[in-house]
């Protein structure tokens, strides 16, 4: 066969598979659109999840037209200066969107020119432009697609249900809408409305927080830390949960660059990191982020679909991020997620409608008050036991090697995780001090449930705290800090290891990286075009499989640009440690006991969670309590 030039309808369907993957795709380009074109209200109407029909509606600036004949055109654009192809500040550029749907369905614009008397009505049906019309429309531009992909029947095999495609638009609208808290949207699926946010007037972070409270809801607002970080002309600001506030899917981690939504995997990274001491692996935080900086500073045009990015400098935005997200997690101090204590509440609600039986209703009248006899009043609630220890230091029984220079116990076995106090104070003197003071905002303990659970009381609440979370989130962060004073010590190899690596590019990674691998403790050295010679590891990893190891941190380092493997190796290893030596449950605790280990929570940063995410302690609050009895 003879080589030839395409048609242009060929060219525009074959462009449209890059552009148009499903209805989201045509709803994004869209409503881009009328951003570009100065709306301040769109509507998108839609039909069968946007498979039999797609409407936007907006009251921007409008075409002539002139333009409106060229902007179906391929490759017509007003919004690139083609002597700065970097400067681009408009969400569409390249010229593509409006000829690439026109190609694959039934098309039709709309369009009238702000302060001009006429609209104009032009359609294309399969790629076969019509004749420009008059037509009736009273400002802006509309734009009606019907049957996505009748042109390219293949591709419609690749949608997925009406459900998850209609899914997949809301998720596109509410990121949009996040990002232009100034224009209002509405969106609507056989009439019915699924989402409708007003414009805002006012300062950008006022409008936002508005608008981030309309979209993602007030729960979210409540349970996250402010992100404010600017750096000479990078800023980054937002919202993103507190630890004990996460959801099983990344799904609602919302990034911006220059208000362009993006997938970026330069932040997603950021993100697990700012978190991996907080959050076990399978759960993900909820943020919503814009970092602004110099258009000439990250690349937009990588992909048709404008969602990728690259920086020019990606190691200085990562590391801004994380160090941004840090700050603002540091700020919460320990801050736990209020949806524990309403669900604990919504737990212990009646099923019957009324807030609490009417006495003269009550389906048992024969009931009976408990007397004394029913329990055992103690000092402060606890069991007598006179076995119980008054100091509960927890050792780290751990073997010690003949050389414990190099040795992981010789950092583990140094540290003194927290231990009780045994002054002669009274459970009631305790008590006073604690509630009074505001400084103690975990109470005074008063009695330890299932010898699991220590119950404590504030002025305003009840606490119950999970000692076996709480210690060991102690003890983790005692470790953390006995390592950031002392480094992590190295253990060198009797026989330094050759690992052969798969590519040249695997070896110069780790390679370029080996300053900061150091630091963990890991020694390596290039050896030949694609080896490497690791000579010393870190101790707290004991024997482990060098190969793979060093296999995984060149993979990260070439996908991510971040080194993953190890750091979370190391964290790993560290949890671990402080799980199985802290307090368990089933440990009885003295009253003493229980309040040395409320005070040290109170004067540790983070230990409102366990090093898995999980919330240490939860707070009921005194006045949703008294409602379940009906007393306000």
Same mark, same amino acid.
């Given at each position: 066969?003879?080589?030839?030039?395409?048609?242009?309808?060929?060219?525009?369907?074959?462009?449209?598979?890059?552009?148009?993957?499903?209805?989201?795709?045509?709803?994004?380009?869209?409503?881009?659109?009328?951003?570009?074109?100065?709306?301040?209200?769109?509507?998108?109407?839609?039909?069968?999840?946007?498979?039999?029909?797609?409407?936007?509606?907006?009251?921007? @600036?409008?075409m002539s037209q002139e333009d409106l004949e060229l902007a179906i055109q391929r490759h017509a654009t007003s919004k690139l200066?083609?002597?700065?192809?970097?400067?681009?500040?408009? @969400?569409? @550029?390249?010229?593509?969107?409006?000829?690439?749907?026109?190609?694959?369905?039934?098309f039709k614009i709309t369009s009238k020119k702000k302060y001009t008397d006429t609209a104009y009505s032009l359609s294309i049906n399969g790629g076969i432009q019509e004749k420009t019309e008059q037509a009736a429309l009273d400002e802006g531009t509309v734009i009606e697609v019907r049957d996505l992909f009748f042109a390219t029947p293949a591709r419609l095999k690749f949608l997925r249900t009406d459900k998850t495609e209609l899914m997949a638009t809301i998720a596109l609208v509410k990121k949009i809408a996040l990002s232009h808290p100034h224009?209002?949207?509405?969106?609507?699926h056989e009439g019915k409305d699924l989402l409708k946010v007003r414009k805002k007037d006012g300062n950008f972070e006022e409008i936002l927080n508005?608008?981030?409270? +309309?979209?993602?809801?007030?729960? @979210?607002?409540?349970?996250?830390?402010?992100?404010?970080?600017?750096?000479?002309?990078? $800023?980054?600001?937002?919202?993103?949960?507190?630890?004990?506030?996460?959801?099983?899917?990344?799904?609602?981690?919302?990034?911006?660059i220059n208000n362009r939504p993006v997938k970026d995997k330069i932040l997603n990274v950021a993100l697990k990191v700012a978190y991996q001491d907080f959050l076990a692996r399978d759960r993900h935080a909820v943020s919503t982020l814009f970092l602004k900086l110099d258009p000439h500073l990250v690349d937009v045009n990588v992909h048709p679909a404008k969602t990728e990015v690259r920086f020019h400098d990606p190691n200085f935005i990562r590391s801004i991020v994380i160090s941004a997200i840090?700050?603002?997690?540091?700020? +919460?101090?320990?801050?736990?997620?209020?949806?524990?204590?309403?669900?604990?509440?919504?737990?212990?609600?009646?099923?019957?409608?009324?807030?609490?039986?009417?006495?003269?209703?009550?389906?048992?009248?024969?009931?009976?008050?408990?007397?004394?006899?029913?329990? $055992?009043?103690?000092?402060?609630?606890?069991?007598?036991?006179?076995?119980?220890?008054t100091n509960f230091r927890i050792d780290y029984a751990l073997s010690k090697q003949q050389n414990s220079d190099y040795s992981c116990q010789t950092t583990l076995d140094s540290i003194q995780l927290p231990t009780a106090k045994t002054e002669d104070q009274t459970d009631q003197e305790l008590a006073?001090?604690?509630?009074?003071?505001?400084?103690?905002?975990?109470?005074?303990?008063?009695?330890?449930?299932?010898?699991?659970?220590?119950?404590?009381?504030?002025?305003?609440?009840?606490?119950?705290?999970?000692?076996?979370?709480?210690?060991?989130?102690?003890?983790?962060?005692k470790i953390k800090e006995q390592i950031k004073q002392k480094g992590i010590i190295k253990q060198r190899l009797l026989i330094p290891e050759i690992i052969e690596l798969s590519s040249r590019e695997k070896a110069e990674i780790i390679d370029d990286n080996k300053a900061s691998l150091s630091d963990l403790g890991l020694s390596v050295e290039k050896f030949g075009e694609k080896s490497i010679i690791v000579s010393e590891m870190p101790s707290i990893l004991g024997d482990i499989n060098i190969v793979k190891l060093?296999?995984?941190?060149?993979?990260?380092?070439?996908?991510?640009?971040?080194?993953?493997?190890?750091?979370?190796?190391?964290?790993?290893?560290?949890?671990?440690?402080?799980?199985?030596?802290?307090?368990r449950a089933g440990r009885v605790l003295s009253t003493l006991e229980m309040n040395e280990l409320l005070r040290q929570m109170e004067s540790t940063p983070f230990s409102a969670q366990c090093n898995h995410g999980r919330p240490t302690y939860v707070e009921l609050k005194l006045k949703d309590i008294e409602k379940l009895f009906g007393r306000k």
């Open positions: 066969m003879s080589i030839k030039i395409l048609s242009p309808s060929t060219i525009n369907k074959i462009s449209a598979g890059e552009v148009i993957e499903r209805p989201a795709s045509v709803v994004k380009e869209l409503v881009e659109n009328a951003i570009d074109a100065g709306a301040t209200k769109i509507d998108i109407i839609l039909e069968e999840a946007g498979k039999n029909l797609i409407i936007v509606k907006d009251n921007g @600036f409008g200066d083609e002597e700065d192809l970097l400067n681009i500040n408009s @969400f569409g @550029f390249r010229g593509e969107a409006l000829p690439s749907i026109g190609a694959i369905s039934k224009i209002g949207f509405t969106l609507t508005a608008r981030i409270a +309309e979209v993602m809801g007030m729960e @979210f607002l409540t349970n996250s830390a402010l992100v404010d970080f600017k750096r000479n002309d990078i $800023s980054l600001y937002g919202y993103t949960s507190i630890p004990t506030y996460n959801k099983a899917a990344a799904e609602e981690q919302f990034l911006f840090k700050e603002a997690l540091n700020s +919460e101090g320990q801050r736990v997620s209020s949806t524990l204590s309403e669900s604990a509440i919504n737990y212990m609600k009646p099923q019957n409608d009324s807030p609490y039986l009417a006495e003269n209703n009550h389906p048992n009248n024969n009931f009976q008050i408990p007397t004394q006899k029913t329990f $055992s009043r103690n000092n402060g609630w606890l069991p007598q036991n006179k076995n119980v220890k006073n001090t604690f509630i009074s003071d505001p400084q103690y905002y975990l109470g005074a303990a008063k009695a330890q449930l299932h010898n699991t659970y220590i119950i404590s009381q504030t002025e305003g609440s009840i606490i119950i705290t999970d000692q076996h979370a709480a210690h060991e989130r102690l003890g983790y962060e060093i296999n995984d941190l060149a993979d990260h380092l070439l996908a991510l640009g971040e080194n993953i493997a190890l750091t979370e190796l190391i964290e790993h290893v560290t949890e671990t440690y402080a799980c199985h030596y802290s307090i």
